[in-house]
Structure formats: structure tokens, C-alpha cells
């Protein structure tokens, strides 16, 4: 559906390449220390702690997305992601990688049809990043 939408022009790419960020965003996990004696929920963390962010599953709160673990390009909320970190960690690179995983989506698309996917892509354990090994398909 997602395929057909973007070769009739009511799914935009951007929309697209947003909600792959959401649910599989680059960057897995942030490392900080706490600067000052803080809650995190209801976990009490005092200064100097170190504390790893889980940034892999930041895209599925259901409080911000209406569908938290599926793919609808568009969706409310899908845009309010950590994919690239925030304020002064945030990546520079980030729209040139938007850009170039626009256009992917968008060449990309027609090339599509008639092939399925013989091995999902699998990515190694790494609190970092996210690096698939390959993306198997087949064209039938």
C-alpha cells in the first residue's frame, strides 16, 4: 500500500523516510552522566550517574504517535523522533541523510515490484548504532 502510494502521489517520500526513522532510527542508545540529582519516571538518579538512553524504541510512545509500532507514513506524530539526537548533540548530518534517504525511497520505489525478501536485514548487537548486515531479495 505504501509502495502503491508513493508511485500515485498520496504518500510522501519525506513522510516515509520520517516513520523509518521513528521505528528504526540510526543512532540506538545516548550515554550521558547527570549533572544534578534527578528523576527519571520514577527512578530516583543522583548526579554523576551515568545513565544509557534507550533512543531505538523514543519513536513508539503511544502518547505521541497514534500507532506506535506500525509503519503509516504520516501518521500524527511520527516527525517527533530522536533519530538523530536533539539540541547540541544532534547530528549535522541529518538532513543530508534525510535528503539522501528521500531520494532511495524515491528511486527506489518502482524498482520494487515483484521482489520479496528472502533475508531480513540483521544487525549486529551494538548500544551505538544500528548497522545492518545486508538486505537479502529476490526478484520474481
Do not use: K, Y
Request: charged share 20%; net charge positive; glycine share 10%.
Amino acid at each position: 500500500a505504501v509502495r502503491a502510494g508513493l508511485r500515485a502521489g498520496t504518500v510522501a517520500v519525506d513522510d516515509v523516510v520520517e516513520e523509518g526513522l521513528r521505528l528504526e532510527p540510526p543512532i540506538v542508545t545516548w550515554r550521558r552522566v547527570a549533572a544534578i540529582d534527578t528523576t527519571l519516571g520514577e527512578l530516583p538518579v543522583a548526579a554523576g550517574t551515568s545513565v544509557v538512553a534507550w533512543l531505538a524504541r523514543a519513536g513508539r510512545d503511544p502518547s505521541v504517535v497514534g500507532a506506535p509500532g506500525e509503519f503509516r507514513p504520516g501518521q500524527p506524530g511520527s516527525r517527533r523522533h530522536l533519530a538523530f539526537g536533539a539540541g547540541p548533540h544532534r547530528c549535522v548530518g541529518a538532513q543530508l541523510a534525510r535528503m539522501e534517504a528521500a531520494v532511495v525511497v524515491a528511486e527506489a520505489t518502482a524498482l520494487l515490484d515483484g521482489v520479496t525478501v528472502v533475508r531480513p536485514p540483521w544487525c549486529p548487537d551494538n548500544l551505538t548504532f544500528r548497522m545492518p548486515d545486508a538486505f537479502v531479495v529476490r526478484r520474481t
